[in-house]
């Protein structure tokens, strides 16, 4: 983390200092850094010149005092409190009055570490994410004392360094990691109940939410000994908010030394860095199918009518289905028990899917069955929703399915945090996107499924399960009943 912040510090134009506890470090960072350039020289990125004037501006140091002359130190120790303290109070001692003094870290309170300061006036946040040269984002974190004009300041340096700046409160997680919480517990709850197994839960958020990694494989990305404490911590630092609630399916893992690519087995084994993943189940043969009866109420109905008939199923327009029929319901929040018990439906011949995501739109259609489901129906189902060649995963019932779990909660905790003004609207979406790779920031998601439906997904999962994980945020519900959107600015 160091050397990237020193190389896109020089990359800046900034002349760099490099200091570090251990003996022989700070060299061997700087020559890591010349040797990056070096390689971008080889793939015609860089010249010689430049490689060279990049090369004068970073030097490796010995001692604190080297530090002097320093506008700028920016610290990335240990994530350990009193370390981080003691390193500020003895750069106080050395550094100009006027320098800025910067913490790197990702967990701990900015407020805290500069409260041990003669001047937490001037110490502020500087979060980077890995590989800093890579990742253009870079939260700027305001402790309860930091001078708002040194956050302007390092606001703009990070343009200068190429880096999107967004502003945060320092609160717990800041924006990334909070915002984060969303994705990797709510798919864990999923696994938790049985719903599907890891893969098809990874492949459902790929293929129908446009995810670039599926939670498991970010999960085993990072590794289960930075993913599970940071899960706990965030849980702790919130009072124990339920919707930050860990898993013990991660904690029984990390017991287990099972933490992802790193040890060839987390959630995949690995081979030779590759997941070993069984195939997905077949595609039922079938000779012939039954007529399809679809429930007045389901989501996107006129749309899921057109469908069923573009796979050349039969289409009953009655009332009620006939006896034969298959029966498609296709809600928001409610299992597919609740909706069959509530519509008096017969349970055994109802399927339910997932139309929250325009199907044009994605990759993959996902049924669900409910305890009372026949084999020769959700085998008809996932049969005529295969047709056109459409991938197709066929789960077990729960509140919701999987997208619109996982993203209603994604998109809640990104309204609580707009609700407690941890960050801007802008700020959230541009550090999620850019910290998290998600295909949208988590508001521009709320607005593409409708903050109507995200409501109505929340609100259906909180009386499903009467948990309060699942309560709508005050800033969502009043944006839904305003028809705004999500991104909307207020005046």
Partial sequence: MG??????????????????????????????IIAQWNRLLEKGKLDDAARDILS????????????????????????????????????????????????????????????AMAQPQRMVGFHFFNPV????????????????????RLAAYAKQMGHAAVQAQDTPGFIVNHAGRGYGTEALRIAGEGVADFATIDRILKDQAGFRLGPFELLDLTALDVSHPVMESIYRQYYEE???????????????????????????????????QAPEPAVPALEGSPSVWISPRAARRPELIRLVHTLGAQLETGATPSSAALILVAPLGF????????????ATRTVGIDLMVDDAATKRRVLATNPATRPDMRDAAHALFARDGKAVSVIRDSGGFVTQRVVATIVNIAADMCQQQVCSPADLDTAVKLG??????????????????MLEVLFNMQT???????RPSPWLRRRGALGLSLTHTEE
Avoid: H, W
């Fill in 464 to 470: 499903v399960y009467g948990d309060p994980r699942y």
């Fill in 335 to 346: 299992d597919v028990t609740t909706v069959a018990a509530v519509d008096r439906l017969d």
């Fill in 133 to 152: 040269p890579l990742m253009k984002v870079v939260e700027v974190v305001a402790g309860f004392k930091t001078d708002a004009e040194v956050c302007q």
């Fill in 56 to 115: 004068g501006r970073i030097r490796a140091v010995d001692s604190m005092q080297a530090l002097a002359s320093c506008d700028l130190v920016i610290e990335a120790v240990v994530e350990d409190l009193e370390v981080k303290r003691k390193l500020f109070r003895d750069l106080e001692a050395v550094v100009a009055p006027q320098a800025v003094l910067a913490t790197n870290t990702s967990s701990l309170s900015v407020t805290a570490i500069g409260a």
């Fill in 242 to 276: 339920p919707r930050y609630r860990p898993s013990v399916i991660t904690a029984q893992r990390l017991a287990a030394g099972a933490l992802g690519r790193k040890t060839g087995e987390g959630f995949y084994r690995y081979v030779d860095g590759v997941a070993q």
């Fill in 3 to 32: 050397r990237g912040i020193a190389q896109i510090a020089a990359q800046a134009g900034s002349q760099v200092l490099l200091l570090d506890s251990f003996e022989g470090a700070a060299v061997r960072g700087r020559d890591a």
């Fill in 436 to 453: 998290l790779g998600y295909p949208q920031g988590p508001l521009a998601m709320g607005d593409l499924y409708g903050p109507t439906n």
